[in-house]
């Protein structure tokens, strides 16, 4: 098989051909059709995130279709259209497992981290971890529902469902979802993208927003909620001035600059500081059943596999509207 490989954190992806993963005992092999690149990577490749299997396939938004089922797969057979996303092993038996928070385990395994992921033509994966798409869409158009989508779903359900004036800081892959399915809520969105980035602002505003502007200024109105996707610690005191009294505000990023230390006055007033980890697997049947309804419409740009160094250099730039994907 082709595939991106990252040999040491900092170095840029190496295009390498490799013996085809053959599935194990409940894994199934998928010829992937398409993968979308996710921020996580870029911390990944940039050593952010400091933990990574090396060297490692990049790559947590896969779509592709099952090529082969190792023994004991039960629920899919050759052929299905499925998606491998972020959490891809977990021990089933710590206590975060058996509370219904899989997302936190203690002895987890994360696909293009710790396990090989989809920057290639094919891949293995555990088949209780991978999730059946339909075939409406493209491959292209669904990678980024896997991560930006599941990510961007809870950090929304974490935001609380009264929450009716939302503000969304960083605009990209993952707010242009969750704009969607925050308007299919019925609720406001308030975005908010770095100083001067009109296009981002412009985007917002085409996804529904009823406000788009500078996260150095404040908003229109007080927020009930705000979710920040940037990876910017400074945001985090911005958006608690931003939210009223009894509001949330969640983290939705894995990696972020730290935060300024900032008057407890923020906090005050029973505001509420979280952050969001990974996913559950729950998160993704509740998301992948509301996309279709909404239904998203994700905005992506393509790359060929080949040119996944500057699919990362687009994203970290801040070029992009939208979300990268490489296409094996
Ligand atoms: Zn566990
Ligand atoms: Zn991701």
Known sequence: MK???????????KAVELPDPEPGPGQIQVAIS????????????????????????PGHEIVGD???????VEGFKAGDR????????????????????????????FTGYQIDGGYA?????????????????????????LCAGLIGYRSLVMAGSESKRLG?????????????????????IYAFTSPGDTAAQQFAMDLGAV?????DQAGPVELDAAIIFAPVGPLVPAALSAVRKGGIVVCGGIHMSDIPSFPYDLLWGERVLRSVANLTRQDAIDFLALAPKVPVQTQIETFPLSEANAALQALRSGRLTGAAVLIP
Request: aromatic letters at 6%; a negative charge; hydrophobic letters at 40%.
């Open 82 to 109: 499925v998606g491998i996303p972020w959490l891809g092993h977990t021990c089933g038996s710590c206590g975060y497992c058996r509370s219904n928070a899989e997302n936190l385990c203690d002895e987890p395994g």
């Open 211 to 215: 406000w788009a502007g500078d996260s």
């Open 34 to 57: 398409a993968c979308g690149v996710c921020r996580t990577d870029l911390h990944v490749v940039d050593g952010d995130l400091t933990e990574p299997k090396l060297p490692i396939i």
């Open 121 to 145: 033509d094919m891949t293995v994966a555990d088949a209780r971890f991978c999730f059946p798409l339909g075939g409406e869409n493209t491959a292209a158009s669904l990678a980024p529902l």
């Open 168 to 188: 969304i800081f960083g605009f990209g892959a993952a707010a242009h979802i969750v704009a969607q399915v925050a308007r299919y809520q019925q609720r406001e």
């Open 66 to 72: 099952i090529s082969a089922l190792g023994a004991g």
């Open 3 to 13: 595939a991106m490989i990252l040999e040491q954190p900092g170095n840029p992806l």
